[in-house]
């Protein structure tokens, strides 16, 4: 039996010296420096130029409408106290102008004319409504026009156009009849600045 346990106990100190592994020099830790980033220099800010404001030409629009109005209201086909959809004004210029300012100013000078009663914008934007049409919607087509001028019990329309060089542009005006559709004046002219 001695011989089993010391056979034993050389197997055990076997075993468990080829199962440790080899022990390896330690080394002492390394110490790592910060290292700060580099600084990037933000380059210097550019001194852009600014654009200039775009200076545009005043308009007299009530100068350039007033010569056509009265033209137009010395037409022997208009009778005094007619009723007038004042359409607004459109822009076929290659730049932009403040048409706003044009119908206004349109709109000005047929009222101190007293020649037509106009149709007043509430009642435009009621029958803009109840037609469908938007109140952005400029009404584009003298077809447009003049339905909405047959609804409202127009006799006439006034349909007016800016057209030309943006620089140099001109007015057209047509009075046209709300029942039949017929121009029976027009007239155009250069707008004034």
């Known amino acids: 039996m001695k011989r089993y346990l010391s056979v034993a106990l050389a197997a055990l100190v076997l075993t468990g010296c080829i199962t440790k592994p080899p022990v390896e020099p330690i080394t002492p830790p390394v110490t790592i420096e910060p290292v700060t ?21 005043s308009i007299d629009w009530a100068g350039s409408v007033e010569p056509l109005v009265a033209q137009m209201v010395n037409s022997k086909d208009v009778a005094n106290g007619s009723i007038l959809l004042l359409d607004s004004v459109k822009n076929n210029t290659n ?9 206004a100013a349109l709109h000005q000078v047929l009222t101190s004319n007293k020649k037509f009663v106009l149709i007043s914008p509430q009642q435009l934007a009621v029958a803009r409504q109840t037609l ?15 339905g909405l001028a047959r609804y409202v019990s127009a006799q006439y329309v006034l349909y007016s156009d800016v057209s030309g060089d943006v620089k140099s542009p001109t007015i057209e005006m047509q009075l046209m009849q709300a029942q039949t559709g017929e121009i029976i004046w027009s007239g155009h002219g250069p707008v004034q600045r």
């Open 37 to 57: 980033p580099p600084v990037i220099e933000t380059p210097p800010p550019v001194d852009t130029v600014p654009q200039p404001p775009k200076v545009q030409q």
């Open 132 to 146: 469908g049409l938007s109140d952005e919607d400029s009404l584009g087509s003298r077809s447009k026009a003049i």
């Open 95 to 103: 730049g932009a102008l403040q048409m706003a300012k044009a119908t």
